[in-house]
T-cell receptor, first 117, second 116 residues
Framework: AQKITQTQPGMFVQEKEAVTLDCTYD???????LFWYKQPSSGEMIFLIY??????QNATEGRYSLNFQKARKSANLVISASQLGDSAMYFC??????????????FGQGTRLTINP | NAGVMQNPRHLVRRRGQEARLRCSPM?????VYWYRQLPEEGLKFMVY????????ESGMPKERFSAEFPKEGPSILRIQQVVRGDSAAYFC??????????????FGSGTRLTVV
């Protein structure tokens, strides 16, 4: 079974600093996808970024980038120039292939990021 | 182009009552997924449905929980005889195909169930 591990329960960062949120994964599938979601205090799940296992380059979306190290099975999220609005829970997730091609997402426990002014 | 709509946003039930959670997928999406989030935890997969079919219910508790996605109308997650341990946020996601997409499906805003 696939597994996602986020080892940082909470992080505190000064505004405008860069922050790295750790995520390691375990899978025996050669093809997989990795996602990061943001969950603010309002509760909705906001998609941030996606990395495919065969993608040659690290994914980037605005201030978000994914530091993908396949051999180490890590997919860390990097947020550049943090803002107060970045304070939220962040979840790393992996797409697990099921039978008949159906898929589901396996989530980590999350990291609560707090940006200090 | 409305996103995934879930209602109600908040639901309070007494122990032993039934809870019915509704999810309307995005327009053109025929695949629906339900996830549950306990406090301070990540989301956990419950069930995957297509129109009129349950494809994967490996994450559903064996008793009291059921899900449907009829030909017409929203998908329904039904919890009978609720207990305090059912208190959680329940999220619905939808996709156009069973492979989903590289954006990992679109999630609704969730239903927060509180059992008192």
């Amino acid at each position: 079974a696939q597994k996602i591990t986020q080892t940082q329960p909470g992080m505190f960062v000064q505004e405008k600093e860069a922050v790295t949120l750790d995520c390691t994964y375990d899978t025996s599938d050669p093809s997989y996808g990795l996602f990061w979601y943001k969950q603010p205090s309002s509760g909705e799940m906001i998609f941030l970024i996606y990395q495919g296992s065969y993608d040659q380059q690290n994914a980037t979306e605005g201030r978000y980038s994914l530091n993908f190290q396949k051999a180490r099975k890590s997919a860390n999220l990097v947020i550049s120039a943090s803002q107060l609005g970045d304070s939220a829970m962040y979840f790393c997730a992996m797409r697990e292939i099921r039978w008949q091609g159906a898929q589901k997402l396996v989530f980590g426990q999350g990291t609560r990021l707090t940006i200090n002014p | 182009n409305a996103g995934v709509m879930q209602n109600p946003r908040h639901l309070v039930r007494r122990r032993g009552q039934e809870a019915r959670l509704r999810c309307s997928p995005m327009k053109g999406h025929s695949h629906v997924y339900w996830y549950r989030q306990l406090p301070e935890e990540g989301l956990k997969f419950m069930v995957y449905l297509q129109k009129e079919n349950i494809i994967d219910e490996s994450g559903m508790p064996k008793e009291r929980f059921s899900a449907e996605f009829p030909k017409e109308g929203p998908s329904i997650l039904r919890i009978q005889q609720v207990v305090r341990g059912d208190s959680a946020a329940y999220f619905c996601a939808s996709s156009r195909t069973k492979q989903g997409a590289n954006y990992g499906y679109t999630f609704g805003s969730g239903t927060r169930l509180t059992v008192v």
